[in-house]
C-alpha cells in the first residue's frame, strides 16, 4: 500500500514536472497560446509553434527519458553490485560515450551532419561494453565487474582529457567542456526518435531484473540456488545500462549526480527491495532531471548554465546529508 501511494505521488510530480518543462521558458507564452502552439492549431504564430514543437517538446521528452534512464540504472547498479554507492557511470558506458562525443567535435565530424555526435558517443558505449565483456569475462564477479568498469572508465577519462590537452581550436574545446557537462537544450524531435528506441529498450532490460536482485540479496550463491542465473543477469545488466545510459549521455551529455542520489533517497520508502525501487528510481529520476532544467531556465536564462552542473550543485550536498543522516543512525 506504501509503495502504491509512492508510486502514485512519484507519477503525479513527474506529469507535473514534465507540463512545467513544456509551459516554462524564456519565450514568456500564455497557457492557452502554448497549448495551441503545441497541437498545431490553425492561425497561432509561427514563432509560438516553433518555440513549442521544436524546442520544449523534445527538450521535455528527453528530460523525461533520460532522468528516468539515470535513476533506474542507477537503481539497477546498485542492486547487482549490492552498494548503495554505486552508479552507472562505474562501469564506464558514461565516460566512453563522452569520449566518442568528445572525438567527433575534436575531428570535426560533428559539424559534418546532425546525428554524428550522438552516433559518435554511442559508438563509444558499445566500445566499453565489448572492452567490459572481455575484461570481466563470462563467469566474473562482481568485483570483477567493478574493476573492469572502473578501468574502462579511468582510460576513457585519460583519453577524452588527451583530446581536450591537444586541441588546437580554443572553440572546439570550448564546445567539448560544454557538451561535458551536459545539457537538454538544442536538441531536436531527430534526436529524440534517435535515442528513444535504445533507452526504452535498455529500460524494459533493466526492469525486467528485478526478481534477480531481489534474489541477490542474499548472495550470488542463494540466487544460484533459487533458479537465477546469475551470469545471464550481469549480462543484461551491462547491455540494458549499455543501451539505455549510453543513448542518454549521447543525446545530453554527462549528467551526474542522479543515478547516485535519486535510489538512495527512495530505498527505505520502498523497503530496500530492487523489484521496488526500479519503477521508483525512474520516476524519481525524470522528475529530478525535469525539475532541474526547469531550474536551469528560470536561474540563468541567458548565462547557458549547463544541467550537469546544476545536478552536481544540488545532488552532492544532498548525497552529503543522506550520508550524514546514515552515519548518525548507526551510532
Known sequence: ?????????????????????????????????????????????????????????????????????????????????????????????????????????????????????????????????????????????????????????????????????????????????????????DQSMLHVWLAAPLIVLGAGVLLSLGRGLDALTLGEDAAEAMGIRVGRLRLALILGTAAAVGASTAVAGAITFVGLVVPHMLRRAVGSRPSALLPASALGGASMVLAADIAVRIVAPQRDLQLGVLTALVGAPLFLHLIWKTRRGEA
Do not use: C, K
Not at 22 to 34: K, M, N, Q, R, T
Not at 47 to 52: G, H, K, Q, R, S
Open 1 to 185: 500500500m506504501r509503495q502504491g501511494w509512492l508510486m502514485a505521488a512519484l507519477g503525479l510530480l513527474t506529469l507535473a514536472l514534465f507540463a512545467g518543462s513544456l509551459l516554462i521558458g524564456p519565450a514568456h507564452l500564455g497557457l492557452g497560446e502554448s497549448l495551441r502552439a503545441l497541437f498545431g492549431a490553425a492561425g497561432e504564430r509561427r514563432a509560438a509553434i516553433l518555440v513549442m514543437q521544436d524546442i520544449r517538446l523534445p527538450r521535455a521528452i528527453l528530460g523525461l527519458l533520460v532522468g528516468g534512464t539515470l535513476g533506474l540504472s542507477g537503481a539497477a547498479v546498485q542492486g547487482y553490485l549490492r552498494n548503495p554507492l554505486a552508479e552507472p557511470g562505474l562501469i564506464g558506458i558514461s565516460g566512453a560515450s563522452a569520449l566518442g562525443a568528445v572525438l567527433s567535435l575534436q575531428t570535426g565530424l560533428a559539424g559534418a551532419f546532425a546525428l554524428a555526435l550522438p552516433l559518435s558517443a554511442m559508438a563509444g558505449a558499445v566500445v566499453a561494453v565489448g572492452l567490459i565483456l572481455l575484461l570481466a569475462g563470462p563467469r566474473g564477479t562482481s568485483q570483477t565487474l567493478i574493476l573492469a568498469g572502473i578501468a574502462v572508465s579511468a582510460l576513457a577519462g585519460a583519453l577524452t582529457a588527451l583530446v581536450l590537452n591537444l586541441s588546437p581550436n580554443p572553440f572546439a574545446a570550448t564546445e567539448m567542456m560544454f557538451w561535458l557537462m551536459g545539457s537538454l537544450a
